[in-house]
């Protein structure tokens, strides 16, 4: 399976002549490395300017979020429509957005799906906070978030969904899941939960991303791991050479491992 990196999170960072800069420096490396996917996500308002840089090339363009209306009296919404003109997927469910602004498993169902009907690929963001992990409920809330978050959605719909597992109190905190623990969670929490919806074919073949302080330095150990398909890639997205040598150590792991088989 090719390996799923996004530049993922720019947040509310990069004007929208900072955003072009930044992909401008990624694109060359990036196209020199075949064996994985990428994508990024600027803010709205530099998506079209991001989406002409990319035209012709392997890197996707996606939206930090999406309203799950077509139209209407929303001031401040995206509809999937007006997403889809420029953009290749969209992520949704981001532990920011549940936080700051209120969404729910429920919201999260509801973009997805609409998300899906427009025609993007679409990045479901699952995961728990400090005080759940201590606590021991990991598993009740990732198992909760999927459930809720995949409803209604078929094995063919499945093809076109990237789960990101993030754990909360990993984000912006310098502190990353151990690659052994984030594995754990992809393996035997999370890909047991595709399997029983969608069936084990389209569960092994679906993409499993890790989101949380990953960095150069942890990349190779946490993409070695079995069950982690890519990363969905914060604070160290908003610099050209961070973010492609976590992908070029994600490519060579690939690398190493196809010649040790062989």
Request: aromatic share 4%; proline share 3%; glycine share 8%.
């Amino acid at each position: 399976m090719r390996k799923f990196f996004v530049a993922g999170n720019w947040k509310m960072n990069k004007t929208i002549a900072e955003s072009r800069a930044l992909v401008q420096a990624l694109l060359p490396d990036l196209e020199a490395i075949d064996n994985v996917d990428t994508a990024v996500c600027p803010s709205y308002l530099a998506v079209p300017a991001v989406a002409e840089l990319c035209l012709g090339a392997e890197l996707k363009v996606g939206a930090q979020n999406v309203h799950w209306e077509e139209s209407g009296a929303f001031t401040g919404a995206v509809s999937p429509q007006m997403v889809s003109e420029v953009c290749d997927l969209v992520i949704v469910g981001h532990s920011e957005r549940r936080q700051l602004f209120g969404e729910t498993d429920e919201t999260v169902n509801k973009r997805l799906k609409a998300g899906l009907a427009a025609g993007l690929e679409v990045i479901v963001c699952i995961g728990e906070t400090l005080e759940e992990n201590e606590a021991g409920q990991t598993e009740a809330v990732v198992t909760r978030q999927l459930g809720e978050g995949l409803a209604g959605i078929s094995e063919t719909q499945a093809a076109s969904i990237t789960i990101a597992y993030e754990p909360v109190w990993a984000i912006g905190t310098g502190r990353a899941a151990t690659p052994e623990d984030a594995n754990h969670v992809h393996k035997d929490v999370i890909r047991p939960l595709l399997k029983k919806q969608f069936g084990q074919s389209r569960a092994e073949a679906m993409r499993i991303q890790y989101g949380g302080s990953i960095k150069p330095d942890n990349a190779a150990e946490l993409f070695a791991m079995s069950d982690i398909d890519g990363g969905l890639v914060g604070g160290a997205s908003l610099k050209a050479d961070s973010f492609v040598a976590i992908v070029k150590a994600a490519s060579m792991v690939d690398i190493i491992k196809k010649e040790s088989e062989a």
